[in-house]
């Protein structure tokens, strides 16, 4: 099925092709800077759903109906100490940079949402959101469970 875009529509999913452009690099960078392997993995499995939501964006901009089912195995996210993570900062840097991106790329798409006129389009903006909120979360559990983010 063809979709067609309103001039709002292309441009700010040309936007969110940016910014998950910036989020599969930071996710991959930050992959080989993170001191402790769990957070390596995740890191890893957050940049392939980024590059899973730059390809739903693609795809609308090609004007297609697009596949927003997740087609990559989830790897389970293996444990580490907690005390080893919570001495590195820099991994904590790493963790804070990335939820805040986060935090703006989910907030852009809650505008986009509102201002799409096609369902497909605030449909796909809406699991993408989700996908956002769902990363956000994964980050802060780790942070919250390794020291980084203390909630009083």
Do not use: W
């Not at 580490?80 to 990335?98: E, F, G, V, W, Y």
């Not at 949402?113 to 699991?127: C, D, G, K, T």
């Amino acid at each position: 099925m063809q979709i067609q875009l309103s001039q709002k529509e292309r441009m700010f999913l040309e936007d969110g092709k940016i910014q998950e452009e910036v989020c599969v690099e930071k996710y991959k960078d930050y992959s080989q800077q993170a001191a402790d392997a769990q957070l390596k993995q995740l890191f890893t499995k957050l940049s392939g759903e980024e590059q899973h939501h730059q390809n739903i964006i693609n795809e609308m901009l090609q004007g297609q109906q697009p596949n927003l089912s997740h087609n990559q195995t989830q790897q389970p996210v293996t444990q580490s100490t907690p005390q080893r993570a919570m001495n590195n900062q820099h991994d904590k840097i790493l963790c804070t940079d990335l939820l805040s991106t986060e935090k703006y790329v989910s907030g852009t798409y809650d505008i986009d949402i509102f201002e799409s006129a096609e369902p497909i389009v605030r449909q796909a903006m809406q699991h993408l959101q989700q996908d956002e909120q769902r990363h956000g979360q994964e980050l802060f559990n780790y942070m919250n469970s390794h020291g980084m983010y203390d909630v009083k």
